[in-house]
């Protein structure tokens, strides 16, 4: 950390759909930087000081909620968490996370597109006893290890930088993404889930799903949570493959 | 007029909105969900070190039980929480695990065998029984008597959330995203909705229903540094206050919590200090043990904060040019520990103050994390003056937390309260047919739209930005750990000053869709005025209780004082809020007021206190061969929906 006080130049894209006529143009804001600021302080800054209409999406500023991926000097990462003092030359470009719906400036639709890959993945314990379940009794037992296995796979925060990163999505749009895949997977580690390799097989034994996959890993290099893409996704396709 | 009708309006996306919704579904009820941004992006996420729940899998849970973890929730609470309502909730929360198990959460397990701790600064070897191999397990939280606390690593919330979404997900519940509820729709005491705000196109839409639910979270945004989401704003608090009728509970109940990050407030888990970890002060001694000898860094969250501070005002904090701080030593862990079960905490660590808590100290401060005040309810969910409005979670005083939280309750909460009220919920769909004429609706779609045209047009005026700083500034110096009488009432007049220079905002950026400032513009004059509620509430109260300490009434005055604060704003046009307060009736509670262990006792007793005492001693003598339920019963009959009645489990006792 720096003690010289740096001006900060941060270039940002500027464009909201709601205004009828609006162009997207990229707009530069000057901000004094302080010891430990973050690209979450220094938005907030702008928004106050210069420009009250500046959209973006922050919620727990923490980096566990996964709200506001953005793409930073060309990588996409969470902003929350990215310190200004990494940027040498204080120059921070700043752009909506492609692959989605924009909303306004920064702010993007990663809700609609998570919901449908859910919907689509069947994101729950496939189990049809799993409604009818004695609560009143011990639960299931599960190895311990398993249990650890499936929440490595499920710490995803569904930022959707992995679906940014990802130059099959960028050319196929219903490419359902890592962020999928890895959802897959983790059911079906899950021994509580009780889908066949077939079932699977259907949701992802195509183009738009595991076979896909180019392998340009965009997915590995900028996943905020450091998930194992590359892994999941090769045991997904020999698994997939098994299936016909 | 664009209106949506639905049976179960949910406002909030978080837990305890979810299991309402979804138990209003799975009774065949529609069920619609308004959420500020996507359902698993809510601040339940965030919570890290676990949930609080009898299983004595463990063995270090072993001998816990509902009663157990009953005595802890209401010596947490200092005496304030509602009886009936805590024994609802232990009784139900073992079963919300066990459903979220089956569910999908990966919660960690007991592994059989021998297995390194630390306690108390040593490390410890325990075993766990083989017959417990694959259970789930817990570890040690502060203010518990037996380790309880369930977790999944430290993603628990987030680990609760998904699951839960995804459920909703697979019931076909929409969740109607970045949709802000600005006003309920009421008459006569009943509600019908809300006036709801579309964040993306700034469409006003009035969303119609049986019964509405308020689960929108905490309010510690009120305070300029708190560990809480940027979206806790208690703004679903503030259009139950605006009614006019509805009361809201314990506003100046406001838990800090002893280990945050300096300076951004960031928290890291209790379960850092449940797992072993120590706090000490500039000469790298650990202090706590000098003032809490007997549960030391593990005493309940508002002592080892009050500790804490009066640790850094005799001169022992850490000096930083955000002020002065104490260290959370976590090193003793041993890395395997913090990558395993701490690594959220590790990567907080390193993102945000560029340290590595396997080797180094972390800087750590008392911040604002919990709101136990809120909504009030009934047990059964239901505001106790307005029909078909119901609250859950943090947003609700239900009110099992009383003046102070105890670790890992308040994902119990969100979940307990959201199966329990889900079915009361469910019920008033069942029992009240939906009767409302349009023009009702009309009437308050035009009254928040005229508001905000007001704001659209006014050429010049305060700016809510500043407006927001300047009350988060008054509740951090002035309504903070330790309160007095001239702080408080400064705060309270210098409120009364905002709340009149709130009428006249004005924008820079006069457009009606998205737009930031005019949502900031929208919050901030509730959000004043639920600051008032916190701060008139301290100042009235002279008495401290779990996370209020005066420092001019240093006392828990139950003589005087044991009763629950209830707030309403009846008139548009006052600079306060009315205040009335609810008599907690010590003749009715199964565990009637004594010491929490902490520090000096010096209780002023309620006359009612010892009679109760003697009462329950009879009863107990009368009925010597009454099992523990039994005797429940006899000392506190509660009403529990059907489904959550039953006896539960646990390894190498049976239903016992």
């Known amino acids: 950390m720096s003690n010289n006080e740096r001006v900060l130049k941060f270039h940002i894209l500027r464009y909201n759909p709601q205004l009828k006529g609006d162009i997207p143009t990229m707009k530069t804001y000057e901000v004094k930087e302080a010891p430990g600021m973050t690209i979450f302080i220094a938005l907030n800054d702008i928004r106050e000081n210069q420009d009250p209409s500046l959209q973006f999406d922050f919620i727990c500023r923490a980096g566990i909620c996964g709200s506001c991926a953005m793409v930073i000097n060309g990588h996409p990462d969470l902003a929350c968490r990215t310190l200004t ?57 599960m190895d311990p290890d398993v249990a650890d296995e499936i929440y490595e796979l499920e710490r995803c925060v569904e930022c959707g930088c992995c679906v940014s990163a990802c130059a099959t999505k960028r050319m196929r749009d219903g490419f359902l993404s890592a962020v999928g895949f890895m959802r897959l997977a983790r059911y079906a580690l899950d021994p509580r889930d009780k889908r066949s390799d077939e079932e699977f097989y259907e949701i992802v034994g195509d183009d738009d799903g595991v076979f896909g996959c180019m392998t340009l890993l965009g997915c590995q290099d900028y996943c905020p949570k450091d998930l194992p893409h590359q892994t999941q996704i090769a045991y997904l396709r020999r698994r997939m493959a098994l299936v016909r | 007029m664009k209106v949506v009708y639905t049976d179960s309006l949910v406002i909030g996306g978080g837990l305890a909105g979810l299991r309402i919704a979804i138990a209003a579904r799975q009774r065949g009820y529609d069920s619609i969900v308004l959420s500020l941004m996507p359902a698993k992006r809510s601040h339940s996420a965030a919570a890290q070190g676990g949930m609080q729940a009898s299983l004595g899998a463990s063995i270090k849970g072993e001998g816990d039980n509902e009663d157990v973890h009953f005595e802890d929730t209401v010596k947490g609470s200092d005496w304030g929480c509602d009886q009936d309502v805590a024994r609802m909730f232990v009784n139900t929360a073992p079963k919300a695990i066990r459903q979220l198990c089956a569910w999908g959460v990966p919660w960690s397990r007991v592994r059989k065998g021998d297995r390194e701790v630390v306690i108390n600064g040593q490390k410890v070897t325990i075993t766990e029984k083989d017959e417990a191999h694959g259970l789930i397990t817990s570890r040690d939280f502060g203010g518990t008597k037996k380790w309880r606390t369930c977790f999944t690593s430290d993603g628990t919330g987030h680990t609760m959330l998904y699951a839960m979404d995804n459920k909703a997900i697979q019931l076909g519940i929409q969740v109607h995203e970045r949709k802000e509820a600005v006003a309920l729709i009421h008459e006569d005491g009943v509600c019908y909705g809300a006036v709801v705000r579309d964040l993306v196109t700034g469409e006003l839409v009035a969303y119609v229903a049986k019964a509405t639910t308020i689960a929108t979270g905490g309010y510690g945004r009120l305070y300029a540094v708190t560990t809480n989401a940027v979206i806790s704003e208690g703004i679903g608090n503030a259009i139950a206050l605006e009614t006019g009728i509805a009361p809201l509970g314990n506003m100046e109940a406001v838990q800090f919590h002893p280990t945050a990050i300096v300076p951004v407030g960031i928290l890291t888990t209790e379960g850092c200090r449940g797992d072993g970890g ?62 395993k079960n701490l690594r959220e905490v590790k990567e907080i660590c390193e993102y945000f103050l560029g340290i590595d808590p396997v080797k180094e100290y972390i800087p750590v401060r008392p911040t604002q994390h919990y709101s136990m005040g809120g909504v009030r309810t009934r ?56 009767n409302i004429n349009t023009k009702l609706i009309e009437q308050f779609m035009d009254r928040e739209k005229e508001k905000i045209s007001a704001l659209l047009s ?84 002279k008495e401290s209780r779990g996370a209020h300490a005066r420092e001019d009434y240093p006392e828990r005055n139950d003589r005087d004082w044991l009763k629950r604060t209830l707030t309403f704003w009846p008139d548009e046009n006052a600079d306060l809020p009315e205040v009335k307060y609810e008599d907690l009736d010590i003749m009715k509670m199964e565990m009637p007021p004594g010491s929490r262990g902490y520090g000096v006792d010096n209780t002023i007793h309620h006359p009612d206190t010892e009679k109760r005492v003697a009462q329950l001693e009879e009863i107990k003598k009368a009925n010597p061969n009454a099992d523990r339920f039994e005797m429940q019963r006899l000392l506190n009959p509660i009403e529990i929906p059907d489904k959550f009645r039953g006896k539960n489990e646990r390894v190498g006792k049976g239903f016992k």
Not at chain 1, 128 to 137: F, T
Not at chain 2, 395 to 405: L, T
Not at chain 2, 499 to 504: A, G, L, T, V
């Open chain 1, 85 to 141: 003092s990494k940027f040498p030359d204080g120059e921070i470009k700043l752009m909506p996370l492609p692959g989605f719906e924009l909303i306004g400036d920064l702010s993007v639709n990663t809700g609609k597109f998570m919901r449908a890959m859910s919907e689509r993945v069947e994101s729950w314990i496939h189990d049809q006893y799993a409604d009818n379940v004695d609560l009143d009794r011990l639960e299931e037992r």
């Open chain 2, 278 to 339: 120590l706090l000490l002060d500039k000469d790298g001694y650990r202090f706590m043990p000098d003032y809490e000898p007997g549960k030391k860094e593990l005493a309940s969250r508002d002592v080892v904060s009050r500790r804490m501070t009066e640790h850094i005002r005799k001169g022992k904090g850490v000096s930083s040019r955000y002020g002065d701080h104490l260290w959370l030593d976590i090193t003793l862990l041993g890395r395997q520990h913090i990558e």
């Open chain 2, 379 to 434: 047990s059964t969910g239901e505001s106790p003056t307005m029909k078909g409005l119901f609250s859950a979670g943090e947003a609700a005083c239900w009110d099992m937390h009383g003046f102070n939280r105890l670790g890992g309750n308040s994902v119990a909460e969100t979940v307990v309260a959201g199966m329990i009220v889900g079915e009361y919920v469910a019920d008033y769909c069942a029992q009240n047919p939906l």
């Open chain 2, 458 to 541: 006014r050429d010049k005026g305060e700016n809510p930005f500043e407006l927001k700083k300047e009350m988060q500034q008054i509740m951090m110096d002035k309504v903070g750990i330790f309160r007095n009488e001239a702080d408080l009432s400064q705060a309270v007049e210098e409120l009364k000053v905002l709340h009149q220079r709130s009428k006249n905002i004005a924008l820079r950026h006069k457009i009606s869709s998205s737009n930031p400032e005019l949502v900031e513009a929208i919050r901030v004059p509730k959000m004043i005025r639920l600051a008032q509620c916190v701060a008139y509430g301290a100042m009235l109260r």
